[in-house]
């Protein structure tokens, strides 16, 4: 993509959905740390059912320490590795209480040293919680960047940088978010679908898919 096509990309996801906003639930930066670091392999509905009770009685560290792992255990079993999540939660609520007054650091660096936190973690907490202009490439985004040619590249770092280097200025902040949920609804693994897609036009993507029988037929 050119950067005139890239700026209407993301214009008509942006218009399609001004105030995109991350699909776990949350109250405030802690709790929005421990949710992805729950997500990992895991998905947003069922991080958010883990947490409904969980989230209700703990707000802080502290709370999550008074709480222990063999606590924090049983809200979260549901979720997939949820033994080594628990450790992982207990340690850097941990060092959190410790470190930094219980508060969680805006910096990506001090983030990624905390347990459980790798860059994508850190970079969704940056953006959602601190309004850093970063970029969170998981699964879906990634798919999307190399599938549509916005952001090609053979590792998760590369397309994120790619995503840095080309994405517009009035659309960074909420970059991140509009290519996770085109990736979650329309643009999909298996089957992308294509045929109601505001973008596919712009997409490199081909041959487009067609839509279902069923679909073509009522129109």
Same mark, same amino acid.
């Given at each position: &993509? !050119? +950067? =005139?096509?890239?700026?209407?990309?993301?214009? +008509?996801? =942006?218009?399609?959905?001004?105030?995109?906003?991350?699909?776990?639930?949350? $109250?405030?930066?802690?709790?929005?740390?421990?949710?992805?670091?729950?997500?990992?392999?895991?998905?947003?509905?069922?991080? !958010?059912?883990?947490?409904?009770?969980?989230?209700?009685?703990?707000?802080?560290?502290?709370? &999550?320490?008074?709480?222990?792992?063999?606590?924090?255990?049983?809200?979260?079993?549901?979720?997939?590795?949820?033994? =080594?999540?628990?450790?992982?939660?207990?340690?850097?609520?941990? %060092?959190?209480?410790?470190?930094?007054?219980?508060?969680?650091?805006?910096?990506?660096?001090?983030?990624?040293?905390?347990? $459980?936190?790798?860059?994508?973690?850190?970079?969704?907490? &940056?953006?959602?919680?601190?309004?850093?202009?970063?970029?969170?490439?998981?699964?879906? %985004?990634?798919?999307?960047? !190399?599938?549509?040619?916005?952001?090609? $590249?053979?590792?998760?770092?590369?397309?994120?940088?790619?995503?840095?280097?080309?994405?517009?200025?009035?659309?960074?902040?909420?970059?991140?978010?509009?290519?996770?949920?085109?990736?979650?609804? %329309?643009?999909?693994?298996?089957?992308?679908?294509?045929?109601?897609?505001?973008?596919?036009?712009?997409?490199?993507?081909?041959?487009?898919?067609?839509?279902?029988?069923?679909?073509?037929?009522?129109?």
């Amino acid at each position: &993509m !050119n +950067r =005139a096509q890239i700026f209407e990309f993301f214009r +008509r996801l =942006a218009e399609d959905n001004p105030a995109p906003q991350t699909e776990l639930a949350y $109250g405030n930066s802690y709790q929005l740390l421990v949710a992805v670091v729950l997500s990992a392999q895991a998905t947003d509905v069922g991080v !958010n059912k883990a947490t409904r009770a969980l989230f209700a009685a703990v707000h802080t560290p502290q709370q &999550m320490l008074d709480l222990g792992e063999a606590g924090l255990k049983e809200h979260i079993k549901t979720i997939g590795l949820f033994n =080594a999540k628990a450790k992982h939660v207990i340690g850097l609520s941990e %060092i959190l209480v410790r470190d930094y007054g219980g508060d969680v650091p805006a910096d990506r660096d001090l983030l990624t040293a905390l347990p $459980g936190v790798g860059r994508k973690t850190a970079n969704v907490v &940056m953006n959602c919680a601190f309004g850093a202009e970063t970029f969170a490439v998981d699964t879906h %985004i990634f798919r999307v960047g !190399n599938r549509t040619g916005l952001a090609p $590249g053979k590792t998760v770092l590369t397309v994120e940088k790619a995503l840095d280097k080309r994405t517009p200025a009035p659309f960074r902040l909420g970059a991140h978010h509009w290519l996770i949920l085109h990736g979650r609804y %329309i643009c999909k693994a298996r089957t992308p679908e294509c045929w109601h897609c505001p973008v596919a036009d712009l997409c490199r993507f081909k041959p487009k898919t067609p839509p279902p029988k069923a679909a073509a037929q009522q129109r």
